[in-house]
């Protein structure tokens, strides 16, 4: 059975930095063909953090562009979200999603969440 979850959330002052990781058990990052990480601060909208496919592309909000950078690490089975310049509009619940393709049809799922709150 496919799950993800999501770790390395924290307390952070502004212009710090935080690492999230996403671990995906019960198949391996090559099935994953999406990873999808969003967030959803305060009384706002979940919007779309940053993406990363399984044939290499990446892609990131604006909002964010320039101080988040996804990556996968296939030995740790993991893709992760570093964090930098944090600021207190990136406080928020920070999930991740995973597309997995079961070769008879694909599967989507979410992890419960991991809180990052920037603040001085």
């Known amino acids: 059975q496919v799950q993800v979850a999501e770790s390395g959330g924290g307390s952070v002052q502004p212009g710090g930095s935080l690492r999230l990781s996403c671990r995906v058990s019960?198949?391996?990052?090559?099935?994953?063909?999406?990873m999808e990480w969003y967030r959803q601060g305060p009384g706002k909208d979940s919007e779309l953090v940053a993406l990363?496919?399984?044939?290499?592309?990446?892609r990131y909000a604006d909002s964010v562009k320039g101080r988040f950078t996804i990556s996968r690490d296939s030995a740790k089975n993991t893709v992760d979200l570093q964090m930098s310049n944090l600021n207190p509009t990136d406080t928020a619940v920070y999930s991740c999603?995973?597309?997995?393709?079961?070769?008879?049809?694909?599967?989507?799922?979410w992890g419960q969440g991991t809180q990052v709150n920037v603040s001085s």
């Open positions: 990363s496919t399984s044939s290499g592309r990446k």
């Open positions: 019960g198949t391996t990052l090559q099935r994953v063909t999406l």
């Open positions: 999603h995973a597309k997995v393709d079961h070769d008879v049809g694909f599967g989507d799922y």
